[in-house]
């Protein structure tokens, strides 16, 4: 992998592993930002068109995901896959991030498949918009 690439994606790998921990801690930072103001965590989807958004209800799922411990069968719904994708991205960006920083030679098989899971999650992701609309 030639090295502005491997920069490249090096920069990518980051920016991807602080956004699933954005998800992650994504409900302490609702109630911070509700706390400021309430008008900020308000759905603008559902404010404009009076329907529910197709991530509403996430950070609700996200804040009650203790219950998966209890309860395995939290997990076996859209919100739950996605959360686990989520945790898989952590430790795969960690992954990336080590493979990168001492340059093994799998990186360029690596960088495939990284494109290939994201492109079948966001397939998935897109199926699930799609279909959420039709539904409600």
Known sequence: MDKKLKKNYIY??????????YVIFFPIFAKALNFLSPN?????YKKMTGKPCPFCGGTRYIANIGKALKDPSYLFHPFGFIILFVIFEVFFR??????????????????????????????????????????T
Do not use: P, Q, R
Request: negative net charge; contains cysteine; hydrophobic residues 55%.
């Open 12 to 21: 990518t790998a980051y920016t991807l592993l602080g956004m699933a921990i």
């Open 94 to 135: 960690i992954f990336c991030i080590y493979s990168l920083k001492t340059d093994k030679k799998y990186i360029n098989t690596m960088a495939i498949v990284d494109i290939l899971i994201h492109s079948i999650a966001i397939l998935l992701l897109v199926i699930y918009e799609i279909s959420f609309l039709y539904l």
């Open 40 to 44: 900020l965590t308000e759905c603008v």
